[in-house]
C-alpha cells in the first residue's frame, strides 16, 4: 500500500478538511470533559501537523522521559488509532482539574486516578470521532481506551508498529485545555487507517453538516 | 561516557571504548546487539516491526524490520573486521504494552518481534547469550562496547545487565 500523506491530493483536498473536522472533533471533545467534571472546560484552538514518526517523542521531552497515554481504536468505517499522551507531571495536573483539588494535590497515578484519565481518553474519542462521523455521514465505533503509565518511546510504540508499515508520518492535533486560570496541554495523535485516508481522498468527500466549512 | 542513540529503524556499530549504544523507550520494539568479544566491535539495531517485505529488502525502510535488519547489522559489523564464528548476540524489548486490555492478543508486536529474532537468529546459527524480552513495561537499552556487556533499565528502576 502507498503512503496516502504522500498523495498530493491529501495535501489539497482532505488536510483542509480534517482541519476544519480536527476543530468540530475538539469542540466535541470539550463538551464531554465539561460534562464528565461538570465544569466549564474549554480548549485553544487546535493545531494540525503531519510529524515524523521519528520525531514525536523530541515533542514529548525524549523517549525517556515518563507519560501517560489513553489509547482506543475506532473500528466501523471510520477506522483507525487515537493516543492522547500526556508527560507525567502534566498527568497529575490534569487529574488535579478533573477531580476540583488544588494543583499539587495528586502526586501519583494509582488505579482511581488512572480511571480518572482512562475516561478522559473515553470521553474525548468518543465525542471526537462521534463529532467528525455526523459531519461526514459515517458510521464510527470507539473501543475502551487502555492506559499507560511509561517511558515516552514504550508508549508511542503502540501507533509507530501500527503505522510503520505504510507510512513515516502521522497527524497530531495539539490542544490546550482551560478551567478557570488552570490549563493541561494535551497531544492528540490520530492514526486513521491509512486504508481509510485513501478512501477519503478518492471519494472527495464533503462535509455533511453545512455549518462547518472547509 | 559517549551515548550513541540508536533510533527507531537504525543500526549504529562502534569500536570506540567509550561509546554506549542506546536505544531509549524501546515497548513493543527489539533492541538487538551483535558483538565480537576479541576486537571489541559492537552493533546494535533498533526494530520496530516483525516482518520482512521482499520488496523492500534492498531499501534503507528494510532495516526498521527485525529480520532485513539483522542481516544488515550482520553484513556491516562485518565488513568492519568481525568474524562471524566470534559473534555473540543479546537483545531487550519487545514488551507488550497493551497487555491489561482488551486490544492486547490482537497487536501483541512486541511478542512477533521476538518470535522473529528468535526465528531468524537460529536460521543464522546464533546463539543468543543474553535476552530480556516480553512482559508490559518498556525498557531503555544500553550496550557498552568496551565491556560487551548489555543493561536496561525500567521505569523508576535502576540499570541491570542482561
Same mark, same amino acid.
Given at each position: 500500500?502507498?503512503?496516502?500523506?504522500?498523495?498530493?491530493?491529501?495535501?489539497?483536498?482532505?488536510?483542509?478538511?480534517?482541519?476544519?473536522?480536527?476543530?468540530?472533533?475538539?469542540?466535541?471533545?470539550?463538551?464531554?470533559?465539561?460534562?464528565?467534571?461538570?465544569?466549564?472546560?474549554?480548549?485553544?484552538?487546535?493545531?494540525?501537523?503531519?510529524?515524523?514518526?521519528?520525531?514525536?517523542?523530541?515533542?514529548?521531552?525524549?523517549?525517556?522521559?515518563?507519560? +501517560? /497515554?489513553?489509547? &482506543?481504536?475506532?473500528?466501523?468505517?471510520? @477506522?483507525?488509532?487515537?493516543?492522547?499522551?500526556?508527560?507525567?507531571? !502534566? $498527568?497529575?495536573?490534569?487529574?488535579?482539574?478533573?477531580?476540583?483539588?488544588?494543583?499539587?494535590?495528586?502526586?501519583?497515578?494509582?488505579?482511581?486516578?488512572?480511571?480518572?484519565?482512562?475516561?478522559?481518553?473515553?470521553?474525548?474519542?468518543?465525542?471526537?470521532?462521534?463529532?467528525?462521523?455526523?459531519?461526514?455521514?459515517?458510521?464510527?465505533?470507539?473501543?475502551?481506551?487502555?492506559?499507560?503509565?511509561?517511558? +515516552? /518511546?514504550?508508549? &508511542?510504540?503502540?501507533?509507530?508498529?501500527? @503505522?510503520?508499515?505504510?507510512?513515516?508520518?502521522?497527524?497530531?492535533? !495539539? $490542544?490546550?485545555?482551560?478551567?478557570?486560570?488552570?490549563?493541561?496541554?494535551?497531544?492528540?495523535?490520530?492514526?486513521?487507517?491509512?486504508?481509510?485516508?485513501?478512501?477519503?481522498?478518492?471519494?472527495?468527500?464533503?462535509?455533511?453538516?453545512?455549518?462547518?466549512?472547509? | 561516557?559517549?551515548?550513541?542513540?540508536?533510533?527507531?529503524?537504525?543500526?549504529?556499530?562502534?569500536?570506540?571504548?567509550?561509546?554506549?549504544?542506546?536505544?531509549?523507550?524501546?515497548?513493543?520494539?527489539?533492541?538487538?546487539?551483535?558483538?565480537?568479544?576479541?576486537?571489541?566491535?559492537?552493533?546494535?539495531?533498533?526494530?520496530?516491526?516483525?516482518?520482512?517485505?521482499?520488496?523492500?529488502?534492498?531499501?534503507?525502510?528494510?532495516?526498521?524490520?527485525?529480520?532485513?535488519?539483522?542481516?544488515?547489522?550482520?553484513?556491516?559489523?562485518?565488513?568492519?573486521?568481525?568474524?562471524?564464528?566470534?559473534?555473540?548476540?543479546?537483545?531487550?524489548?519487545?514488551?507488550?504494552?497493551?497487555?491489561?486490555?482488551?486490544?492486547?492478543?490482537?497487536?501483541?508486536?512486541?511478542?512477533?518481534?521476538?518470535?522473529?529474532?528468535?526465528?531468524?537468529?537460529?536460521?543464522?546459527?546464533?546463539?543468543?547469550?543474553?535476552?530480556?524480552?516480553?512482559?508490559?513495561?518498556?525498557?531503555?537499552?544500553?550496550?557498552?562496547?568496551?565491556?560487551?556487556?548489555?543493561?536496561?533499565?525500567?521505569?523508576?528502576?535502576?540499570?541491570?545487565?542482561?
Amino acid at each position: 500500500m502507498q503512503d496516502p500523506y504522500k498523495n498530493p491530493q491529501f495535501h489539497e483536498q482532505l488536510r483542509p478538511l480534517l482541519e476544519v473536522m480536527a476543530g468540530a472533533g475538539i469542540e466535541g471533545a470539550v463538551k464531554g470533559l465539561s460534562q464528565m467534571t461538570g465544569q466549564i472546560i474549554t480548549v485553544t484552538e487546535p493545531s494540525v501537523t503531519l510529524i515524523n514518526l521519528n520525531e514525536i517523542s523530541k515533542l514529548l521531552g525524549g523517549p525517556e522521559n515518563e507519560a +501517560v /497515554g489513553v489509547y &482506543l481504536r475506532a473500528e466501523g468505517q471510520m @477506522s483507525g488509532q487515537i493516543m492522547l499522551i500526556f508527560p507525567y507531571e !502534566r $498527568a497529575l495536573k490534569l487529574v488535579d482539574l478533573l477531580i476540583d483539588v488544588p494543583d499539587g494535590t495528586t502526586q501519583h497515578l494509582g488505579s482511581y486516578e488512572r480511571s480518572a484519565l482512562a475516561e478522559v481518553g473515553n470521553l474525548t474519542g468518543t465525542f471526537f470521532l462521534n463529532s467528525i462521523a455526523s459531519m461526514l455521514g459515517l458510521e464510527a465505533r470507539p473501543t475502551p481506551p487502555a492506559v499507560m503509565v511509561d517511558m +515516552v /518511546g514504550a508508549i &508511542l510504540d503502540v501507533i509507530i508498529a501500527t @503505522s510503520a508499515g505504510v507510512s513515516e508520518q502521522v497527524l497530531m492535533i !495539539r $490542544a490546550t485545555f482551560l478551567q478557570g486560570d488552570r490549563e493541561a496541554e494535551a497531544s492528540f495523535w490520530v492514526i486513521p487507517d491509512p486504508r481509510v485516508l485513501e478512501a477519503f481522498i478518492a471519494s472527495e468527500y464533503t462535509i455533511k453538516d453545512s455549518s462547518h466549512k472547509a | 561516557m559517549n551515548n550513541i542513540v540508536v533510533g527507531l529503524g537504525e543500526i549504529k556499530i562502534s569500536n570506540n571504548s567509550d561509546d554506549v549504544l542506546v536505544a531509549y523507550g524501546l515497548g513493543s520494539c527489539l533492541g538487538i546487539a551483535m558483538y565480537d568479544p576479541v576486537i571489541h566491535l559492537a552493533g546494535m539495531l533498533h526494530a520496530v516491526l516483525p516482518t520482512c517485505d521482499p520488496n523492500i529488502a534492498n531499501s534503507d525502510a528494510c532495516v526498521k524490520y527485525v529480520c532485513c535488519g539483522i542481516d544488515v547489522m550482520l553484513q556491516q559489523i562485518i565488513g568492519k573486521g568481525a568474524i562471524r564464528n566470534r559473534i555473540v548476540v543479546r537483545m531487550a524489548g519487545g514488551a507488550n504494552m497493551l497487555a491489561s486490555s482488551s486490544f492486547s492478543d490482537i497487536m501483541n508486536i512486541g511478542q512477533r518481534n521476538i518470535e522473529s529474532a528468535h526465528m531468524k537468529l537460529n536460521e543464522m546459527k546464533f546463539k543468543i547469550t543474553g535476552e530480556e524480552v516480553g512482559g508490559n513495561i518498556g525498557r531503555t537499552v544500553r550496550f557498552y562496547v568496551t565491556e560487551g556487556r548489555m543493561a536496561i533499565r525500567m521505569m523508576g528502576g535502576k540499570e541491570r545487565d542482561v
